[in-house]
């Protein structure tokens, strides 16, 4: 079992960053691949970024390429989400997800743990 944790989101203006945080507890962090996807309302939940189980691989949706920066800490137990020149477009309510794989994959149903969510809000 694994818990995961999200923090960091909020209110920002168009142009802003911010940087999501996933703390992760239980089985051992580093044999997961780790995951951020995104929800909208009205919308289906999609994938924004993934990172390999040792960090050297990561995957990214065209819409955040370029803007957003995946990283992990296996010693923290952490895998965070730098967001930069946010959108309006870009809000949602965020999900750390992980996956008992070495590689990230983009597809929700393949994860099997998620966090609760942290709500992002990007103003125009």
């Known amino acids: 079992q694994v818990q995961l944790v999200e923090s960091g989101g909020g209110l920002v203006q168009a142009g802003g960053s911010l940087r999501l945080s996933c703390a992760a507890s239980g089985r051992i962090f580093s044999s997961y691949a780790m995951g951020w996807f995104r929800q909208a309302p009205g919308k289906e939940r999609e994938f924004v970024a993934g990172?390999?189980?040792?960090?050297?691989?990561?995957l990214y949706a065209d819409s955040v390429k370029g803007r957003f920066t995946i990283s992990r800490d296996n010693a923290k137990n952490s895998v965070y989400l730098q967001m930069n020149s946010l959108k309006p477009e870009d809000t949602a309510v965020y999900y750390c997800?992980?996956?008992?794989?070495?590689?990230?994959?983009?597809?929700?149903?393949?994860?099997?743990?998620w966090g609760q969510g942290t709500q992002v809000t990007v103003s125009s």
């Open positions: 997800a992980a996956v008992s794989r070495r590689l990230p994959t983009p597809r929700p149903y393949d994860y099997d743990y």
């Open positions: 990172i390999s189980w040792i960090g050297g691989n990561t």
